[in-house]
Protein backbone atom coordinates (compact mmCIF):
# COMPACT_ATOMS: atom_id res chain seq x y z
CA UNK A 1 0.00 0.00 0.00
CA UNK A 2 1.51 3.12 -0.75
CA UNK A 3 1.74 6.44 1.11
CA UNK A 4 -0.68 7.91 0.06
CA UNK A 5 -4.37 7.50 0.94
CA UNK A 6 -6.90 7.84 -1.97
CA UNK A 7 -9.50 10.99 -1.17
CA UNK A 8 -12.36 10.03 0.96
CA UNK A 9 -10.45 6.96 2.30
CA UNK A 10 -7.92 6.74 5.52
CA UNK A 11 -4.88 3.80 4.99
CA UNK A 12 -2.02 2.46 6.66
CA UNK A 13 0.97 2.51 4.87
CA UNK A 14 3.79 -0.45 4.93
CA UNK A 15 4.89 1.27 7.91
CA UNK A 16 1.74 1.19 10.00
CA UNK A 17 1.01 5.01 9.95
CA UNK A 18 -2.36 5.83 9.53
CA UNK A 19 -2.32 8.12 6.35
CA UNK A 20 -5.18 10.65 6.37
CA UNK A 21 -6.11 11.81 2.48
CA UNK A 22 -9.51 13.15 3.16
CA UNK A 23 -10.18 16.58 4.15
CA UNK A 24 -12.35 16.93 6.53
CA UNK A 25 -10.30 14.38 8.48
CA UNK A 26 -7.17 16.27 8.22
CA UNK A 27 -8.95 19.24 9.07
CA UNK A 28 -10.15 17.27 12.04
CA UNK A 29 -6.79 15.95 13.03
CA UNK A 30 -5.24 19.44 12.51
CA UNK A 31 -7.77 21.17 15.01
CA UNK A 32 -7.12 18.81 17.69
CA UNK A 33 -4.08 18.76 19.69
CA UNK A 34 -5.15 17.73 22.55
CA UNK A 35 -5.78 13.89 21.32
CA UNK A 36 -3.16 14.11 18.24
CA UNK A 37 0.23 15.76 19.48
CA UNK A 38 3.17 16.89 17.12
CA UNK A 39 5.91 15.73 19.05
CA UNK A 40 6.31 12.93 16.28
CA UNK A 41 10.51 13.91 16.24
CA UNK A 42 13.67 12.61 18.59
CA UNK A 43 14.76 15.52 17.76
CA UNK A 44 13.96 19.40 19.33
CA UNK A 45 11.81 21.41 16.98
CA UNK A 46 10.65 24.80 17.98
CA UNK A 47 8.04 25.42 17.56
CA UNK A 48 6.35 22.85 15.28
CA UNK A 49 7.13 20.30 17.56
CA UNK A 50 5.64 21.38 20.71
CA UNK A 51 2.38 20.49 22.02
CA UNK A 52 -0.10 22.69 24.43
CA UNK A 53 1.33 25.47 26.88
CA UNK A 54 4.95 25.04 25.41
CA UNK A 55 3.80 25.35 21.57
CA UNK A 56 1.34 28.86 22.15
CA UNK A 57 4.34 29.99 24.64
CA UNK A 58 7.06 29.35 21.77
CA UNK A 59 4.63 30.72 19.43
CA UNK A 60 3.76 34.19 21.45
CA UNK A 61 7.43 34.45 21.39
CA UNK A 62 8.21 34.22 17.92
CA UNK A 63 5.42 34.80 15.62
CA UNK A 64 6.35 39.05 15.89
CA UNK A 65 9.32 37.80 13.88
CA UNK A 66 6.36 37.54 10.98
CA UNK A 67 3.90 40.52 11.65
CA UNK A 68 2.66 43.00 9.24
CA UNK A 69 5.26 45.90 10.03
CA UNK A 70 8.30 43.36 9.66
CA UNK A 71 7.41 42.25 6.63
CA UNK A 72 6.03 45.51 4.83
CA UNK A 73 9.85 46.73 6.25
CA UNK A 74 11.76 43.76 4.66
CA UNK A 75 9.77 43.95 0.98
CA UNK A 76 11.78 46.34 -0.72
CA UNK A 77 15.08 44.22 0.12
CA UNK A 78 12.87 41.17 -1.58
CA UNK A 79 11.82 43.13 -4.42
CA UNK A 80 15.55 44.17 -5.27
CA UNK A 81 16.75 40.86 -5.27
CA UNK A 82 13.92 39.32 -7.40
CA UNK A 83 14.41 41.96 -9.80
CA UNK A 84 18.02 41.58 -9.84
CA UNK A 85 18.10 37.71 -10.35
CA UNK A 86 15.30 38.07 -12.89
CA UNK A 87 17.57 40.54 -14.61
CA UNK A 88 20.11 38.87 -14.83
CA UNK A 89 18.57 35.35 -16.03
CA UNK A 90 17.76 37.90 -18.84
CA UNK A 91 15.92 36.00 -22.18
CA UNK A 92 18.28 33.00 -21.72
CA UNK A 93 16.94 29.44 -20.36
CA UNK A 94 17.05 28.46 -16.80
CA UNK A 95 15.94 26.44 -14.66
CA UNK A 96 12.89 27.90 -12.57
CA UNK A 97 13.85 25.78 -9.48
CA UNK A 98 17.26 26.33 -9.43
CA UNK A 99 18.11 29.14 -11.07
CA UNK A 100 15.47 31.36 -9.46
CA UNK A 101 13.96 29.84 -6.85
CA UNK A 102 16.68 28.52 -4.63
CA UNK A 103 18.89 31.36 -5.52
CA UNK A 104 16.25 33.80 -4.74
CA UNK A 105 15.16 31.87 -1.29
CA UNK A 106 18.44 31.92 -0.42
CA UNK A 107 18.98 35.80 -0.82
CA UNK A 108 15.77 36.85 0.49
CA UNK A 109 16.15 34.57 3.87
CA UNK A 110 20.12 36.19 4.00
CA UNK A 111 18.47 39.62 3.68
CA UNK A 112 15.65 38.71 6.56
CA UNK A 113 17.99 37.17 8.93
CA UNK A 114 21.25 39.39 8.27
CA UNK A 115 23.28 36.14 7.12
CA UNK A 116 26.45 37.58 4.90
CA UNK A 117 26.02 37.21 1.13
CA UNK A 118 29.39 35.17 1.42
CA UNK A 119 26.97 32.31 2.68
CA UNK A 120 24.81 32.38 -0.81
CA UNK A 121 27.42 29.82 -2.67
CA UNK A 122 27.28 27.17 0.80
CA UNK A 123 23.57 27.72 1.30
CA UNK A 124 23.04 26.92 -2.21
CA UNK A 125 25.14 23.32 -2.59
CA UNK A 126 22.72 22.19 0.89
CA UNK A 127 19.62 23.30 -0.72
CA UNK A 128 20.57 21.01 -3.68
CA UNK A 129 22.12 18.55 -1.20
CA UNK A 130 19.15 18.77 1.06
CA UNK A 131 16.75 17.73 -1.96
CA UNK A 132 18.98 14.83 -3.10
CA UNK A 133 19.40 13.21 0.24
CA UNK A 134 15.29 13.97 1.13
CA UNK A 135 14.70 12.18 -2.87
CA UNK A 136 16.90 9.01 -1.76
CA UNK A 137 15.24 8.29 1.42
CA UNK A 138 18.25 7.12 3.42
CA UNK A 139 17.87 8.44 6.65
CA UNK A 140 22.47 8.70 7.18
CA UNK A 141 22.38 10.95 4.47
CA UNK A 142 19.41 12.97 5.54
CA UNK A 143 20.89 13.11 9.13
CA UNK A 144 24.29 14.32 7.60
CA UNK A 145 22.58 17.23 5.49
CA UNK A 146 21.11 18.58 9.01
CA UNK A 147 24.23 18.33 10.74
CA UNK A 148 25.59 20.38 8.26
CA UNK A 149 22.71 22.77 8.52
CA UNK A 150 23.14 23.20 12.25
CA UNK A 151 27.12 23.79 12.05
CA UNK A 152 26.23 26.84 9.64
CA UNK A 153 23.56 28.08 12.05
CA UNK A 154 26.07 27.76 14.88
CA UNK A 155 28.72 29.58 13.21
CA UNK A 156 26.27 32.39 12.59
CA UNK A 157 25.55 31.90 16.49
CA UNK A 158 29.39 32.59 17.42
CA UNK A 159 30.15 35.48 14.75
CA UNK A 160 26.51 37.22 16.23
CA UNK A 161 27.44 36.95 20.24
CA UNK A 162 30.88 38.45 19.16
CA UNK A 163 30.18 41.01 17.24
CA UNK A 164 25.90 41.79 17.73
CA UNK A 165 24.41 43.80 15.38
CA UNK A 166 20.79 45.30 14.50
CA UNK A 167 19.12 42.17 12.56
CA UNK A 168 16.92 38.79 13.11
CA UNK A 169 19.13 37.09 13.99
CA UNK A 170 20.94 38.94 17.01
CA UNK A 171 17.29 39.73 18.26
CA UNK A 172 16.77 36.53 18.50
CA UNK A 173 19.80 35.43 20.91
CA UNK A 174 18.31 38.59 23.25
CA UNK A 175 14.95 36.80 23.59
CA UNK A 176 13.60 35.08 27.22
CA UNK A 177 11.18 32.63 27.86
CA UNK A 178 8.67 33.74 30.39
CA UNK A 179 10.33 32.05 33.15
CA UNK A 180 13.29 34.30 32.27
CA UNK A 181 15.69 32.13 30.84
CA UNK A 182 17.07 32.70 27.83
CA UNK A 183 16.97 30.18 24.63
CA UNK A 184 19.14 27.71 25.34
CA UNK A 185 21.75 27.28 21.98
CA UNK A 186 20.30 23.92 21.31
CA UNK A 187 16.47 25.68 21.01
CA UNK A 188 18.45 28.65 18.71
CA UNK A 189 19.48 26.21 16.54
CA UNK A 190 15.97 24.49 16.31
CA UNK A 191 14.28 27.96 15.66
CA UNK A 192 16.63 28.99 12.80
CA UNK A 193 16.27 25.50 11.11
CA UNK A 194 12.56 25.78 11.12
CA UNK A 195 12.79 29.26 9.81
CA UNK A 196 15.54 28.22 7.46
CA UNK A 197 15.93 24.84 6.38
CA UNK A 198 12.80 23.64 5.35
CA UNK A 199 11.92 27.42 3.66
CA UNK A 200 14.51 27.28 1.74
CA UNK A 201 13.68 24.06 -0.16
CA UNK A 202 10.09 25.17 -0.40
CA UNK A 203 10.65 28.29 -1.83
CA UNK A 204 12.72 26.80 -4.47
CA UNK A 205 9.63 24.07 -4.77
CA UNK A 206 6.57 26.57 -4.69
CA UNK A 207 8.45 28.76 -7.19
CA UNK A 208 9.08 25.75 -9.94
CA UNK A 209 5.07 24.92 -9.51
CA UNK A 210 3.91 29.10 -9.89
CA UNK A 211 6.20 29.70 -12.96
CA UNK A 212 5.46 26.06 -14.73
CA UNK A 213 1.58 27.50 -14.01
CA UNK A 214 2.93 30.84 -15.68
CA UNK A 215 4.41 29.38 -18.64
CA UNK A 216 1.28 27.11 -19.14
CA UNK A 217 -1.64 29.25 -18.82
CA UNK A 218 -0.27 32.27 -20.74
CA UNK A 219 -4.21 33.31 -21.00
CA UNK A 220 -4.32 34.59 -17.26
CA UNK A 221 -0.62 36.29 -17.31
CA UNK A 222 -2.79 39.69 -17.80
CA UNK A 223 -4.91 39.49 -14.86
CA UNK A 224 -2.23 38.57 -12.53
CA UNK A 225 -0.25 41.30 -14.35
CA UNK A 226 -2.64 43.44 -13.02
CA UNK A 227 -3.71 42.31 -9.88
CA UNK A 228 -3.36 44.18 -6.61
CA UNK A 229 -1.20 42.17 -3.80
CA UNK A 230 -4.09 40.45 -1.77
CA UNK A 231 -5.76 38.97 -5.70
CA UNK A 232 -2.42 37.84 -6.24
CA UNK A 233 -1.69 36.50 -3.00
CA UNK A 234 -5.11 34.46 -3.25
CA UNK A 235 -3.78 33.09 -7.01
CA UNK A 236 -0.78 31.70 -6.09
CA UNK A 237 -2.35 30.13 -3.00
CA UNK A 238 -4.38 28.44 -5.41
CA UNK A 239 -1.95 27.54 -7.99
CA UNK A 240 -0.34 26.11 -5.05
CA UNK A 241 -3.58 23.79 -4.15
CA UNK A 242 -3.48 22.56 -7.10
CA UNK A 243 -0.14 20.99 -7.25
CA UNK A 244 1.09 21.31 -3.52
CA UNK A 245 4.86 20.96 -2.80
CA UNK A 246 4.19 20.71 0.66
CA UNK A 247 3.45 16.94 1.21
CA UNK A 248 2.85 15.73 4.84
CA UNK A 249 3.10 16.38 8.14
CA UNK A 250 3.03 13.85 10.92
CA UNK A 251 1.32 13.31 14.28
CA UNK A 252 1.27 10.96 16.82
CA UNK A 253 -1.99 9.50 18.63
CA UNK A 254 -1.91 10.11 22.39
CA UNK A 255 -4.90 7.89 23.27
CA UNK A 256 -7.34 5.40 21.33
CA UNK A 257 -9.11 7.35 18.79
CA UNK A 258 -10.96 6.79 15.83
CA UNK A 259 -10.19 8.57 13.02
CA UNK A 260 -13.74 9.30 9.69
CA UNK A 261 -14.73 5.27 10.90
CA UNK A 262 -10.85 4.10 11.47
CA UNK A 263 -9.39 2.24 14.88
CA UNK A 264 -6.38 4.29 16.00
CA UNK A 265 -4.29 3.00 19.12
CA UNK A 266 -2.39 5.70 21.24
CA UNK A 267 1.19 5.71 19.99
CA UNK A 268 0.22 5.51 16.13
CA UNK A 269 1.75 8.10 13.52
CA UNK A 270 -0.81 9.85 11.53
CA UNK A 271 0.36 11.51 8.33
CA UNK A 272 -1.96 14.83 7.30
CA UNK A 273 -1.49 14.63 3.45
CA UNK A 274 -1.74 17.78 2.50
CA UNK A 275 -1.68 17.34 -1.42
CA UNK A 276 -4.78 14.97 -1.28
CA UNK A 277 -6.45 17.10 0.84
CA UNK A 278 -6.37 19.87 -1.23
CA UNK A 279 -7.85 17.58 -3.68
CA UNK A 280 -10.24 16.01 -2.16
CA UNK A 281 -13.44 16.41 -4.62
CA UNK A 282 -15.77 16.36 -2.03
CA UNK A 283 -14.73 19.88 -1.57
CA UNK A 284 -13.23 20.87 -4.63
CA UNK A 285 -15.36 19.94 -6.76
CA UNK A 286 -12.97 20.30 -9.90
CA UNK A 287 -9.38 20.15 -8.24
CA UNK A 288 -7.43 21.61 -11.28
CA UNK A 289 -10.02 24.11 -11.96
CA UNK A 290 -8.71 27.94 -11.16
CA UNK A 291 -11.18 29.79 -8.51
CA UNK A 292 -8.60 31.52 -5.78
CA UNK A 293 -11.96 32.95 -4.74
CA UNK A 294 -13.67 29.79 -4.08
CA UNK A 295 -11.30 27.50 -3.12
CA UNK A 296 -9.90 30.12 -0.74
CA UNK A 297 -11.79 29.21 2.87
CA UNK A 298 -10.85 25.42 2.27
CA UNK A 299 -7.21 25.59 1.19
CA UNK A 300 -4.81 23.75 3.15
CA UNK A 301 -1.56 24.93 1.93
CA UNK A 302 -0.29 26.20 5.08
CA UNK A 303 -2.04 23.99 7.28
CA UNK A 304 -4.63 24.75 9.89
CA UNK A 305 -5.10 24.74 13.26
CA UNK A 306 -2.51 25.63 16.39
CA UNK A 307 0.29 24.88 14.78
CA UNK A 308 -0.55 26.46 11.27
CA UNK A 309 2.50 27.29 9.47
CA UNK A 310 4.43 30.29 11.84
CA UNK A 311 6.50 32.03 8.37
CA UNK A 312 3.28 32.00 6.19
CA UNK A 313 3.21 35.54 5.84
CA UNK A 314 6.63 35.82 5.08
CA UNK A 315 6.68 33.55 2.76
CA UNK A 316 4.00 34.27 0.76
CA UNK A 317 5.04 37.90 0.23
CA UNK A 318 8.56 36.04 -1.16
CA UNK A 319 6.26 34.21 -3.44
CA UNK A 320 3.95 37.90 -4.13
CA UNK A 321 7.48 39.06 -5.07
CA UNK A 322 8.95 36.75 -6.97
CA UNK A 323 6.15 36.55 -8.94
CA UNK A 324 5.78 39.62 -9.54
CA UNK A 325 9.32 39.72 -10.87
CA UNK A 326 8.74 37.27 -13.52
CA UNK A 327 5.54 38.66 -14.55
CA UNK A 328 7.69 42.12 -15.05
CA UNK A 329 9.93 40.25 -17.52
CA UNK A 330 7.96 38.96 -20.27
CA UNK A 331 5.91 36.40 -20.87
CA UNK A 332 7.01 32.75 -19.41
CA UNK A 333 7.97 30.11 -22.14
CA UNK A 334 8.70 26.27 -21.63
CA UNK A 335 12.19 25.33 -23.46
CA UNK A 336 11.79 23.28 -26.21
CA UNK A 337 13.67 20.22 -26.00
CA UNK A 338 13.96 20.77 -22.25
CA UNK A 339 10.43 19.46 -20.75
CA UNK A 340 9.55 19.86 -17.06
CA UNK A 341 10.84 16.99 -14.60
CA UNK A 342 8.97 16.24 -11.54
CA UNK A 343 9.68 15.53 -8.63
CA UNK A 344 10.40 11.80 -6.94
CA UNK A 345 8.44 10.73 -3.68
CA UNK A 346 8.75 11.86 -1.25
CA UNK A 347 9.43 15.55 -2.23
CA UNK A 348 6.52 17.13 -4.83
CA UNK A 349 6.30 19.59 -7.24
CA UNK A 350 9.09 19.55 -9.95
CA UNK A 351 12.68 18.58 -10.10
CA UNK A 352 13.70 21.23 -12.68
CA UNK A 353 11.29 23.50 -14.93
CA UNK A 354 13.30 25.04 -17.77
CA UNK A 355 11.40 28.36 -19.39
CA UNK A 356 13.11 31.73 -20.70
CA UNK A 357 11.06 35.15 -19.84
CA UNK A 358 10.22 36.68 -23.34
CA UNK A 359 10.41 40.47 -22.85
CA UNK A 360 7.73 40.00 -26.11
CA UNK A 361 4.20 39.28 -25.46
CA UNK A 362 4.54 36.35 -27.91
CA UNK A 363 4.19 33.02 -25.96
CA UNK A 364 4.84 29.57 -27.43
CA UNK A 365 2.71 26.20 -27.66
CA UNK A 366 5.09 23.89 -26.33
CA UNK A 367 3.52 20.70 -25.05
CA UNK A 368 4.03 20.62 -21.13
Do not use: K
Request: proline share 7%; glycine share 6%.
Amino acid sequence: MSESAAPGRIVRDESGRVVVGDHAAVVAVAQDPTTFSSAVSRHLQVPNGLDGDAHAEARRLLDPFFDDAEVEALTPSLERIAAEIVAALGDRPFDAVTDLGARFAVRAQSAWLGWRPELEEELLGWVEDNRSATRSGDPERTSEVARRFDAIIRRILDRRRARPVDDVTTRLLGLHWEDGDPLEDAELVSVLRNWTAGDLSSIALCTGVLVHWLAANPRHRAHLVDADGPALDAAIDEILRADDPFVSNRRVAVRDTVIDGCPVAAGDTVVLDWRLANRDPAVFADPDAFDPVGNAAANLVYGTGPHVCPGRPLATRELRVVVRAVLAGGAVEFVEGAPPERELPPVAGYRTVPVRVQPSARVSTIST
